[in-house]
């Protein structure tokens, strides 16, 4: 009786179906299904990225990728267009560290291929990078690679990128395009790790059936995550002096919030590492310094060694990280917890999610921890870099110091590699960007436009190098191009100070002294020469009212260098004459 009624039921159905148009038929399988629109690739590429709080790009357009140029103007983001694309990278890269996500867009081969550094210093760092470029049309790549900037065949670009980004994408096939965008954006933010998505001329239009994604999945908490938290609630019950050492994946995954909660419940003193500056407000009364091996500050290297328990949040201990692996952290004190996994003294938690890991560290040392977990806080000294008595001629030391004097919150610090970089380890900033790891000239400029782009609130002081600005400070025409007003530092030594010091004086450390003042100034902006502390701090002055890009040429001895890029360069600096000798 039941199945009869049942099958009564299907034929009416059916009959029904058959009676309707067949357009009618087909909406209704898809409405059965999944819903259906038409969009063009390069809408769909586009409004992921605005979907992502992406409001700008970079870039330098180029034949293979006008055609996506050209969809980009039909949407609300805006482009950069900046003088050289390892600055797109920079740029974008600084971006991504403030906003989640940068994006680079460049054409095929010259281009994208002179993005490879930039791309590779994003990777090193964990920058949320993505970089798109256009390419030779589908029905080429059948045919020899004899196009215009191929170089071995059309996947030389492709391969290339493979060996710097988390994830790739040639867009070549309709069908999966969908897909393949949404996997480089997923990995790309889920894992802080540069994307390549690479799209033939003749799709950027192409019309796609765009299925409406569903909700990724959650992801399932680890079986190892509550065996990990319980180990680190009992070393914490433990501990007479512990410590936390928060590094750079803290502020990349966009935990610094939590992380403060975590300090106050526990009212623990904080270190962070170079990389990770910045990682941990250094205006908390928890805060007790930047950890830097036997390169930093003494009394922080003191303190950081002795204690029992080193809980280290979200740093990764590379060769910089550990000042030059000078940095004792035994492996009975140290439980090193990274983006993905935890790592107590000789054993390992896989697949342990840092998010994860300090929202149940929080949970329980706030509410449930009995005895409660209260610790002692430190006073310990910061290192100042104090000027010499009578010193009449400008210092790194005068120049901290009157930096640190015009700080606030309406500042954000971006460094070059070199002493700007070590120096302005003694800035009192919650933002400051640098390639601390990856060490490559050149980033500073690029990097301070695409930060204040980021975030408008926040002017740039952009501290960097004659040899890093002679690299990429053209792009201060860039900066005055789009009437924005960052603070140019130039720490003018007429060399390659590091390297010096690293080695010792030859021809080719030498560096021509610009007219860099003059060079601002012919380019539409405002420059400065300082060379003593009175025109250094008059220059300051100016420069904080000044409306347009301002740069301070500060001029001092070849010879003068901070504490800490000492303490590096004669460290290094015993290995490289060991190998020239």
């Not at 099958?7 to 299904?33: C, G, N, W, Y």
């Not at 610094?256 to 623990?268: F, M, P, R, S």
Request: glycine share 6%; net charge negative.
């Amino acid at each position: 009786m039941k199945a009869g009624f049942c099958s009564l039921i299907a034929l009416q159905f059916r009959l029904l179906l058959d009676s309707l148009p067949h357009e009618s038929i087909t909406l209704s399988k898809a409405a059965m299904v999944d819903v259906m629109t038409k969009r063009k690739l390069a809408e769909y590429l586009f409004d992921r990225i605005k979907d992502s709080g992406v409001d700008t790009t970079f870039g330098i357009p180029g034949d293979f990728i006008l055609p996506l140029y050209a969809a980009q103007e039909k949407t609300k983001l805006k482009t950069v267009v900046m003088t050289h694309e390892p600055s797109v990278g920079y740029a974008a890269d600084a971006y991504a560290r403030l906003k989640g996500l940068g994006v680079g867009l460049v054409t095929y081969g010259a281009g994208g291929l002179n993005m490879i550094n930039s791309v590779g210093l994003a990777y090193a760092e964990e920058s949320p990078l993505l970089i798109i470029s256009g390419s030779p049309e589908t029905r080429y790549r059948s045919q020899k690679p004899q196009l215009h900037h191929c170089v071995k065949n059309f996947d030389t670009q492709f391969n290339v990128f493979k060996e710097v980004t988390e994830s790739q994408a040639l867009l070549a096939n309709p069908a999966t395009a969908q897909d393949e965008i949404d996997r480089v954006f997923e990995t790309t933010t889920k894992y802080s790790r540069p994307g390549y998505i690479e799209i033939p001329r003749d799709m950027v239009n192409y019309e796609l059936d765009v299925q409406e994604s569903a909700p990724s999945a959650m992801e399932a908490p680890s079986a190892a995550l509550e065996e990990a938290v319980h180990e680190i609630i009992d070393r914490l019950k433990e501990a007479q002096q512990p410590v936390l050492f928060v590094g750079v994946e803290v502020r990349r995954f966009n935990l610094k919030d939590k992380v403060v909660a975590l300090a106050e419940a526990l009212n623990i003193p904080v270190v962070t590492s170079i990389l990770g500056k910045a990682s941990f407000p250094e205006s908390h009364p928890c805060f007790a310094g930047n950890y830097f091996g036997q390169f930093g500050n003494p009394k922080v290297k003191e303190y950081v060694e002795s204690a029992d328990l080193i809980l280290s949040l979200g740093t990764v201990l590379t060769e910089m990280e550990t000042a030059g692996y000078t940095a004792k952290l035994p492996a009975k004190a140290l439980i090193q917890c990274t983006a993905h996994e935890v790592t107590a003294g000789h054993h390992t938690y896989h697949g342990v999610n840092l998010r994860s890991l300090i929202d149940q560290l929080i949970d329980l040392t706030t509410s449930k921890v009995k005895p409660t977990l209260r610790f002692s806080l430190p006073s310990i000294e910061p290192e100042l870099i104090e000027p010499k008595n009578g010193d009449k001629n400008l210092t790194v030391a005068h120049m901290i110091n009157q930096l640190n004097d015009m700080m606030s919150e309406k500042f954000a610090v971006v460094s070059d590699v070199g002493d700007c970089l070590y120096a302005g380890m003694s800035l009192k900033t919650d933002i400051f960007i640098a390639p601390g790891y990856y060490s490559s000239m050149g980033f500073g400029v690029p990097a301070g436009i695409g930060a204040q782009i980021a975030n408008p609130k926040r002017r740039s002081i952009i501290l960097v190098g004659d040899g890093g600005f002679q690299m990429t400070g053209m792009e201060i025409s860039t900066a005055i191009k789009l009437g924005i007003n960052p603070i140019v530092i130039l720490f003018n030594n007429a060399s390659y100070a590091m390297l010096r010091f690293i080695d010792q004086k030859r021809d080719y450390y030498d560096l021509q002294r610009w007219d860099y003042a003059l060079l601002a100034k012919a380019l539409g902006g405002k420059g400065v020469t300082a060379q003593t502390p009175e025109e250094f701090k008059q220059a300051l002055k100016d420069a904080k009212n000044s409306d347009s890009l301002f740069l301070i040429d500060a001029r001092i001895s070849e010879d003068d260098i901070s504490p800490t890029l000492r303490r590096l360069t004669d460290h290094f600096g015993k290995k490289v004459k060991a190998s020239i000798s």
